[in-house]
Each structure stands twice: as structure tokens, then as C-alpha cells.
């Protein structure tokens, strides 16, 4: 356990902590005047290793090799010129700070951090976090890595659960949720959608996906993972063999055949260590799944059940709604793929720097 304090005055700054992954959907915008819910579980913090935020430099500013050096490998419209190490906590769990007037930035319905920190240490005044709650974002607070200091309090906490104990708790992410909206004439609303959760972890994994392709065509399992990745990867991808084989791999599953070339896996919530298989299957290239969604496309769950046959009779009245359905083919998010691509160095190579730069000229796919 941790708890972050002021750099200045050691003010304590939060609740005792508990350091988990940082979720593959912290940087997620999504939709337009949609309501997200808060990013981090209570409890828990997540270090984001790369920088992030203002202030912010365009590609053609760089210096050549800059972003190489950085881990960039194809244009991106800019870089962040911020400090890395950002910590992202939960809003509940802030303590002993204060808001600073007249930092909206470019918020339309909250704030969005774009003017910098928007919170500082009620004891000395120092700005050490962003409050965003901007419609279309994550709420969450970041710490600012040169403003606070992380220490120890209390004990070390539990050790991570195994990945068998992971599966046995079963705590899957459902690929459809309500998504509440702002801005209606009778207030807030709801829709039910794919899960943005569900979007993110499809960017990130489609990024790898394409880079373990080698250009080639690749296969994925039928049910949700086919629902996922099926049409985008047919059509960034050539037609016809040899084609690549993605399959389910990790904890609770049958070990995967040898001829296995890509390995869909999960990614430890706490540690954010991708599993590894052992065996013939260890050469595969793996492809990472937050584990709720990986939990959900590797052991699904039934759908509601319904009559057999026929409908009901005129007169009688359903007392269980009908199972909700997306309104749309599933799209995966733009910004986490992009922001995957690019910093996986087999983008470097012609095919898939034509793929990322098709994709993004023209946004008008209904992939993203």
C-alpha cells in the first residue's frame, strides 16, 4: 500500500493505495457528450510510464529521431512534452487538495486538463493534479509525477492472484452496456452499445494482430472474438493463403496446437504481465487482452434463455425484457489503435505504414 503526498510539504494528498495496471482504455475518448464512468477502481492507482498531456508538440516540431528514441515509430500528430510517471487515481480517494479557477481548458461539459493541473495542495498551494470529468473522457485525477511523492503506508498488501485464481474468480467484462448521454431535452439518457472498454481493448489488440499478420491473412475463433476482429482483419488484409492462425490461449484453456501463429492472451490486471505459454506454442506471437474481455471471448456465457418455438399469445405480457442488441457492426477505438501502431516497430515496414496511413486519410471506415 501507498499513499501520495505533496513534493513540497508533504501534505498527504490520498487515501492508502494499491498499484494495478495501468486499463488499455485510460486515454480513451469516446463518442461525443457521452457520460463515462470514473476510470479507476476505489482503492487503486496506475502509472502511466510514458508521457502525457500538455504541453504538446506537433510532428513536423521534432527533431529528427526524437520520437524513435521515444519509442515512435510512424507520424503521429503530436507528442507530449509532459513528465512521465502521470499516476491516475479514482476522484474519491483524492484528499487535502483544492480546484484552480480558471482552468477549463477546452472542456465543453467538465474539465479535460488541457490548461494543466486543475487541483493543488490545499496546504501550500501546489498545482499536483487534473480533474477530468469532460464529457467523452474517463473521470479520473492525475497526479503529476514532479509534484507528489509515493510512500509506503501500512502493509505491503496481498500478492497478486495467480492466474488460475483470476479464472476462478471469472470477473468477465460484458461486451454490451448502457452508455449514459448528455444533452438530451429530457435530460440524461441511455443507449446500449458495444462497451468502450470492449473498443480499447480491440485497438490495442487489432494493432498487434496486424503486426503478427506479416501481411498475410489471419484466422480467428468463431463467437466474440470472430464478432471483434473478423471484418476488420479481412479488410486490411489480403485475401486467400498462406494464412495465420489467432487462437485463445491461457490459464484454464487447452495448451495450443503447434501450429498455432498467434496467441490471443490475457493480461494480469494487477502486474499487466501478458500470460505465457509453455511448450511448442511458445514461439506464437502474442496478442494482448485485458483479462475481462480475454475471460469473455474464452469462456462465454449463455444468452437468456426463450421459447422454443412459436410466440407468446397476443394477451400475455412479457415480465423480462428481449436481450439487448448494438445498434451498429463493432468498431474498434481509433486512438488506442493508432496510439498502438505506432509505437510497435513492425509499422516500420511498407504494408503496414500504407495501412495506418489509408486508415488514417480517410476516416470514413466503419472499422473505427
Given at each position: 500500500m501507498f499513499l501520495f503526498v505533496c513534493a513540497r510539504c508533504d501534505a498527504e494528498l490520498t487515501t492508502p493505495l494499491s498499484q494495478?495496471?495501468?486499463?488499455?482504455?485510460?486515454?480513451?475518448?469516446?463518442?461525443?457528450?457521452i457520460q463515462l464512468p470514473v476510470l479507476m477502481e476505489s482503492g487503486t492507482f496506475a502509472v502511466d510510464?510514458?508521457?502525457?498531456?500538455?504541453?504538446?508538440?506537433p510532428w513536423q516540431e521534432l527533431d529528427p529521431g526524437e520520437a524513435e528514441a521515444r519509442g515512435i515509430h510512424a507520424p503521429v500528430h503530436a507528442l507530449s512534452d509532459g513528465a512521465p510517471g502521470a499516476v491516475v487515481i479514482a476522484p474519491g480517494d483524492v484528499r487535502g487538495t483544492r480546484m484552480i479557477s480558471g482552468r477549463q481548458g477546452g472542456s465543453c461539459c467538465g474539465l479535460d486538463g488541457s490548461?494543466?493541473?486543475?487541483?493543488?495542495?490545499?496546504?501550500?498551494?501546489?498545482?499536483?493534479?487534473?480533474?477530468i470529468d469532460d464529457c467523452s473522457a474517463w473521470q479520473a485525477v492525475w497526479l503529476a509525477p514532479d509534484a507528489v511523492r509515493r510512500l509506503p503506508a501500512g502493509d505491503a498488501g496481498t500478492a497478486p492472484l495467480s492466474w488460475e485464481e483470476l479464472v476462478e474468480e471469472g470477473e468477465s467484462t460484458p461486451p454490451l452496456e448502457p452508455i449514459a448521454t448528455w444533452g438530451?431535452?429530457?435530460?440524461?439518457?441511455?443507449?446500449?452499445?458495444?462497451?468502450?472498454?470492449w473498443e480499447a481493448a480491440a485497438g490495442r489488440a487489432l494493432a498487434h494482430l496486424l503486426a503478427a499478420s506479416h501481411g498475410r491473412p489471419v484466422t480467428v475463433p468463431d463467437g466474440l472474438a470472430a464478432d471483434v476482429f473478423r471484418r476488420a482483419l479481412d479488410t486490411l488484409l489480403p485475401a486467400g493463403p498462406p494464412q495465420r492462425r489467432a487462437v485463445l490461449a491461457g490459464p484454464g484453456l487447452p495448451a495450443p496446437d503447434?501450429?498455432?501463429?498467434?496467441?490471443l492472451v490475457p493480461v494480469h490486471p494487477r502486474t499487466g504481465r501478458t500470460w505465457a505459454p509453455a511448450g511448442p506454442a511458445a514461439s506464437a506471437c502474442p496478442v494482448p487482452l485485458p483479462l475481462g474481455v480475454w475471460l469473455r471471448m474464452a469462456f462465454p456465457q449463455p444468452g437468456p434463455p426463450r421459447p422454443a418455438t412459436g410466440r407468446l399469445p397476443h394477451d400475455?405480457?412479457?415480465?423480462?425484457?428481449?436481450?439487448?442488441?448494438?445498434?451498429?457492426?463493432?468498431r474498434a477505438d481509433w486512438g488506442t489503435f493508432q496510439n498502438t501502431l505506432v509505437r510497435l516497430p513492425a509499422v516500420r515496414r511498407p504494408w503496414l505504414r500504407t495501412i495506418l496511413e489509408s486508415l488514417a486519410e480517410d476516416r470514413t471506415t466503419s472499422l473505427f
Open positions: 494495478v495496471a495501468l486499463p488499455v482504455h485510460a486515454h480513451q475518448q469516446y463518442g461525443n457528450g510510464p510514458e508521457p502525457w498531456g500538455p504541453p504538446w508538440r490548461d494543466g493541473p486543475t487541483m493543488a495542495c490545499a496546504a501550500c498551494g501546489l498545482p499536483v493534479a487534473s480533474r438530451s431535452r429530457s435530460g440524461t439518457g441511455h443507449f446500449w452499445s458495444w462497451s468502450p472498454r503447434a501450429d498455432a501463429d498467434i496467441l400475455v405480457l412479457r415480465d423480462d425484457p428481449p436481450p439487448p442488441r448494438p445498434a451498429s457492426l463493432f
